[in-house]
C-alpha cells in the first residue's frame, strides 16, 4: 500500500485524544457530572430524545456550545498557523505574523469605543479589520520581487501599526477598559449556538482547503523554484495559504478575542509527532489545536471558580515556554 495511503495511527491518537479531552470538558464545572451521563445526555439529544431537565440545559446549551466554540476556534488557528508557516517557509511563522490579529482586534476595540457596537457588530467590525489588514499585506507583497520577504515586513508593519492604534485606543476608553482589555486576552464566557454554527463549518473548511493543497504545500517547503519545476502553480498555492491564514483567524478574533501561541505551537509540536508530511499534518493540526484550547478553556472556567481566567491568559503561560525551547532548539540545529 502506499505510505499516503496508510492510516496514521498519531492522528488517529490526537482524534481520540480530542474526543476525550471534549467529554471531560462538558462534565467539570460549577456543576460536576459523570461523563458517562454527559455521554448518555449528548446521545439522547442527538436521537432527539432530550429529557429538557437542569442537567440537559447546562450540558447541552451551557457547555456544549462553547466547548464546540473553543473547539473550533482552536482548530482553525492551528491551520491558519500551519498554512502561514507554510507560506513563509518557517516552523516559527503564525497567523499573528502578518498583522492578521491585530487588525481584527483593532477593528473590534474601535467598534466598541467608538461606535458603541456590541455582539455580532463588535464581530463584523474585527472580521472587516483582519481582512483588510490581509488584504493589504497581500496586495504590498505583490510589488516586491521576494514574495515571501515582502509578505513578511508588510506584514510585521502593519500588525506594529494596528497595535500602536489599539494601544492608544485603551488610551481613552474610561470606564470601558476593564472590559476591552478582558476581551482582548480571549475567553469564550459569551460563547453560544450561533457563533458554534459560525466557527465549525469554517474550521472544517480551512482544513479540507489545506488537505487539498498538501500535496503542492509538501513540494513549496524545497523552495518556490522547485515547485515551480515540478508544475506547482506557486503563486496560487500562496494566495491560498494566505486565505488560509486570513480568514479563520479574522473570524475566530471577532468570536473569542485574540488567543495567541497556539497557531504557533500546534503546528509545531504535530511535526514532531507525526513528521512533516502535509497530507498528515493537516488533520493532526485541526485535531491539537482543537484539544489544546478545549483543555485551555476548561482550565480557565474551572481553575479560580467561580471567577474566570482569560484563555489568552493560559495559552500565553503554557505558549511562552514552548516558544522560547523552539527558538533554542532552532539555535541547535542551525550551529551543527
Known amino acids: 500500500m502506499p505510505e499516503g495511503k496508510n492510516p496514521n495511527w498519531r492522528v488517529w491518537a490526537l482524534a481520540a485524544a480530542l474526543a476525550l479531552c471534549l467529554l471531560l470538558a462538558l462534565a467539570v464545572g460549577s456543576v460536576s457530572i459523570a461523563p458517562g451521563e454527559v455521554a448518555a445526555r449528548c446521545f ?28 473550533a476556534v482552536g482548530s482553525a488557528l492551528a491551520l491558519a498557523g500551519l498554512a502561514a508557516q507554510n507560506l513563509f517557509r518557517n516552523p516559527l511563522a503564525g497567523p499573528h505574523v502578518i498583522g492578521v490579529s491585530s487588525g481584527a482586534a483593532l477593528g473590534a476595540v474601535a467598534a466598541m469605543l467608538f461606535a458603541g457596537a456590541a455582539g455580532w457588530a463588535v464581530a ?15 496586495f504590498l507583497a505583490r510589488t516586491g520581487r521576494q514574495w515571501g520577504y ?15 492604534l489599539t494601544t492608544g485606543a485603551l488610551y481613552i476608553a474610561g470606564e ?3 472590559t476591552i482589555i478582558f476581551w482582548l486576552m480571549g475567553g469564550f464566557w459569551r460563547a ?35 515547485a515551480e519545476d515540478t508544475g506547482v502553480n506557486v503563486r496560487r498555492l500562496q494566495f491560498g495559504l494566505l486565505a488560509v491564514a486570513v480568514v479563520p483567524t479574522s473570524v475566530a478574533v471577532s468570536l473569542a478575542g485574540v488567543i495567541g501561541f497556539v497557531g504557533l505551537i500546534a503546528p509545531h509540536m504535530v511535526r514532531l509527532i507525526i513528521g512533516n508530511d502535509h497530507r498528515a499534518l493537516v488533520p493532526g493540526c485541526a485535531f ?4 489544546l484550547l478545549a483543555g485551555a478553556d476548561a482550565v480557565a472556567r474551572t481553575a479560580a471558580a467561580p471567577a474566570e481566567i ?20 532552532r539555535a541547535g540545529e542551525g550551529r551543527r
Do not use: H, K, Y
Not at 515582502?150 to 500602536?164: D, E, R
Not at 459560525?198 to 522547485?226: D, K, Q, T, W, Y
Open 124 to 138: 463584523f467590525w474585527s472580521m472587516a479589520g483582519g481582512l483588510a489588514v490581509g488584504a493589504a499585506v497581500f
Open 310 to 329: 482569560p484563555v489568552g491568559l493560559i495559552t500565553a503561560i503554557l505558549g511562552a515556554p514552548l516558544f522560547l525551547w523552539l527558538l533554542l532548539r
Open 44 to 71: 439522547d439529544a442527538l436521537r432527539g430524545r432530550a429529557r429538557g431537565d437542569a442537567l440537559d440545559r447546562i450540558i447541552l446549551d451551557a457547555r456544549l456550545p462553547r466547548v464546540l466554540l473553543a473547539a
Open 150 to 164: 515582502s509578505l513578511l515586513l508588510a506584514g510585521i508593519a502593519l500588525g506594529t501599526l494596528c497595535s500602536a
Open 192 to 226: 453560544n449556538w450561533s457563533e458554534a454554527r459560525v466557527m465549525l463549518p469554517l474550521a472544517v473548511a480551512a482544513a479540507v482547503a489545506l488537505r487539498l493543497m498538501a500535496p503542492a504545500m509538501n513540494v513549496a517547503v524545497l523552495g518556490e523554484r522547485s
Open 288 to 291: 491539537a489545536g482543537a484539544l
Open 176 to 178: 470601558r477598559l476593564q
